[in-house]
């Protein structure tokens, strides 16, 4: 799998451990910053030094994306499609490697504190791609809840990127009864030019 | 002549009688205007240079490429969203086509209050009337009133409400209904397809992905813009530096002032005063599909809760909105199948926006280099009483309008009201930053006009106090919130001060 950002691989840590708790308050405070959408010149210049790849997020941040996006996306519906059979996520991956390092550039530490948060403010012994359902829906409303301003505004930026990825995809449109563009008939469309 | 600049390959370095820094209501219009009187004028446009051809009608692709951080703009507090256009065009790539000039009573605040006695209707007229040709700015039809905005007309005219269809900037509509996302059948006429067009055939030179990033104004001799050749992620490519006689400064309400404040110029009150027109949308929902994102978004204009000529500080406007699935999904509360259940009814949706005539006041503060500039601003208290009563007659109209289920976009706590509803239950739920999905098109205000120079940045024409040969021309100059959509007024401001730089004659030429 590509991996054009190797230096954020030694954040991967896949059982809670000190290390990986001092790691995370790093990520934290990167993470209240967010929040505030400010970014330090350093963050910004590290962010930018990195060179533009394949995928701006590795597999663990991909996989942590795909999970948070199908509790923020669903449906309920039986036949509706799951997150993974679009290219829902893909789409938001696209549309960071597009975006200024400014903004971009501590979104995968965004993730990473989605990961962790079941330890950091439920006190579970399990990160969130462990968790089944309606624990990670029970999980991310407590982020709606919480008292920290910066925590609710952080995951309505996250819900945010999500509803980009899930409702730029045409298959999702017909759940909802969207018809889609009416391009001109030049550009493939049905109207004529 | 337009060109990209990373395709070059080279740095950027010449030399003409203006440079222009930016290519939107204001930057466009003074760049076409000097181009047309025989000036060497050069335009840095920091965004790319789209055409029709580039836009999909889909919100993944042009929300990034139309936008300044791809409609992700924030406060510093992330309390509310600010739209602003990075691209050739502008805002008028995206905007929605409201075509007023500046409402009388505004005019004569800003000449009784800010010292600026030039600015008369009169005086003005001549600017508006060739805006306005320029833009062919008509009456829109009555065939071409949407569905929603016919229902709220509808909703407006049974409760009594003063409203009025409206004049706009399009040319042979299709009604597709994407103007937010850029006009495929260039029916919309932005900047894009008059000025910047009428600009490059008149000789100017505009540069797309030019981001300015200093002026240098000596108290003699020529002036420089020194910047960055950047790529659609807005990572430097390259350098830029051009010479010119004098300096058009249209980067809009956040980018002048943050340019200004790099550049030590235009004194102490660069980047203060900035106003909003703070916006929220509440959503309604009709019993069958009245599919609302297709014709034109706005036509229809509700300006019962404004009075200008009693209270030129304050009111507010309602306005009818639709959009595509991802910005109403982010404008529906929570997450999961709650949000889902209020998806479902897309189809059936229509809004209706609360926009402020703000009279709290923010501030724009230089970012570091390439980095963004920081924007603060936080609603006064009577202002939050403003937007819980304009939401709560939002959900008046709506009802009235035929909506049989009204949410109030409270983020994390939303109040769904059915028909019949005690409508006094939004103004007893808290009305500020961070509660509710506020957003601003209509940044303004940080450069403002007026004629002492301890409480303004620049004169009459948009030149610095005390920094001649350096003007502004976007909506950063308004002394004041406007109080009604700006286009034209930039638009018509920038004119008068091209061609005060054309009368200053050889004194800003080469």
């Known amino acids: ?193 | 002549m337009i060109e990209s600049l990373p395709g070059r390959g080279e740095d950027l370095v010449t030399r003409a009688d203006v440079c222009v820094i930016g290519s939107g209501a204001g930057g466009a219009v003074a760049a076409a205007e000097l181009a047309a009187a025989g000036r060497d004028v050069v335009v840095l446009e920091q965004g790319e240079h789209w055409t029709r051809r580039d836009f999909t009608q889909r919100e993944d692709d042009m929300l990034p490429r139309l936008f300044e951080e791809a409609g992700m703009r924030q406060t510093v507090d992330g309390g509310i969203t600010i739209l602003q256009g990075r691209c050739v065009g502008g805002s008028t790539v995206h905007n929605l086509c409201y075509a007023f000039r500046t409402p009388p009573a505004i005019l004569r605040m800003w000449r009784e209050q800010h010292a600026l006695p030039e600015l008369t209707e009169a005086a003005l007229a001549e600017s508006f009337a060739r805006v306005e040709a320029n833009l062919r700015v008509k009456p829109i039809r009555e065939d071409e009133v949407n569905t929603l905005n016919r229902l709220l007309r509808s909703g407006a005219e049974q409760l009594g409400y003063s409203g009025f269809v409206t004049r706009h900037n399009r040319e042979n509509c299709v009604k597709a209904g994407y103007c937010l996302l850029g006009c495929s059948y260039d029916a919309k006429q932005s900047m894009l397809v008059t000025y910047v067009p009428r600009a490059s055939e008149a000789g100017a030179r505009v540069y797309a992905n030019a981001r300015a990033e200093r002026i240098e104004a000596p108290a003699s001799g020529p002036r420089r813009v020194l910047g960055h050749i950047v790529d659609g992620a807005g990572r430097s490519r390259g350098s830029i530096a051009v010479e010119a006689r004098a300096i058009v400064l249209a980067a809009g309400a956040v980018g002048s002032p943050d340019l200004l404040l790099r550049s030590g110029l235009g004194g102490p009150e660069v980047g203060r005063h900035l106003h909003l027109h703070p916006s929220v949308m509440v959503a309604g929902y009709w019993p069958e599909p009245i599919h609302a994102y297709r014709g034109i978004p706005q036509s229809y204009y509700i300006d019962e809760f404004i009075d200008l000529e009693r209270d030129p500080h304050s009111g507010y406007v309602l306005m009818p909105i639709a959009g595509f699935p991802v910005l109403v999904a982010v404008n529906t509360p929570g997450f999961g199948r709650e949000h889902f259940r209020q998806m479902r009814d897309f189809s059936k949706l229509g809004g209706l926006l609360v926009l402020l005539h703000d009279r709290s006041e923010g501030s724009v503060r230089s970012g570091a280099s390439l980095g963004k500039p920081e924007i603060r601003y936080a609603l006064d208290a009577k202002d939050r009483g403003l937007l819980a009563e304009g939401m709560r007659h939002c959900a008046e109209v709506l009802f009235a309008a035929g909506a049989e289920r009204v949410v109030v976009p409270f983020l994390l706590d939303p109040l769904v009201l059915e028909r019949g509803a005690d409508l006094g239950a939004i103004a007893r739920r808290e009305v500020r930053e961070g509660t509710l999905p506020i957003a601003s098109t209509h940044p303004q205000s940080t450069c403002r006009m007026g004629g002492d120079p301890a409480s303004s940045v620049v004169n009459a024409f948009g030149e610095l106090h005390g920094v001649p040969g350096v003007f502004v021309a976007d909506m950063s100059v308004f002394p004041t919130s406007l109080g009604a959509p700006p286009q034209i007024t930039t638009a018509a401001l920038a004119d008068r001060t091209a061609h005060h730089i054309i009368a200053r004659g050889s004194e800003l030429a080469g």
């Open chain 1, 1 to 193: 799998m590509p991996n054009d950002r190797p230096s954020r691989r030694s954040l991967l840590v896949p059982t809670p451990t000190r290390r990986g708790f001092l790691r995370l308050a790093g990520a934290t405070a990167a993470f209240s910053a967010l929040a505030q959408l400010q970014v330090t010149p350093a963050a910004t210049a590290a962010a930018g030094a990195q060179a533009p790849g394949d995928r701006f997020f590795d597999d663990a941040e991909t996989e942590i994306l795909t999970q948070l996006m199908q509790c923020v996306v669903e449906t309920g519906l039986p036949d509706a499609p799951r997150v993974r059979d679009t290219r829902a996520v893909a789409t938001v991956d696209q549309v960071c490697r597009g975006l200024d390092p400014a903004i971009s550039g501590l979104l995968p530490l965004a993730l990473r504190l989605v990961e962790w948060s079941p330890l950091v403010f439920d006190l579970r012994f399990a990160r969130f791609t462990q968790l089944a359902a309606d624990e990670q829906d029970a999980s991310l409303r407590s982020w709606t809840t919480s008292r920290f301003q910066l925590r609710r505004t952080a995951f309505l930026g996250l819900r945010n990127l999500c509803f980009l990825g899930w409702y730029s995809q045409p298959e999702v449109w017909s759940l909802i009864g969207y018809q889609g563009p009416l391009l001109p008939r030049a550009a493939g469309g049905r109207v004529p030019a």
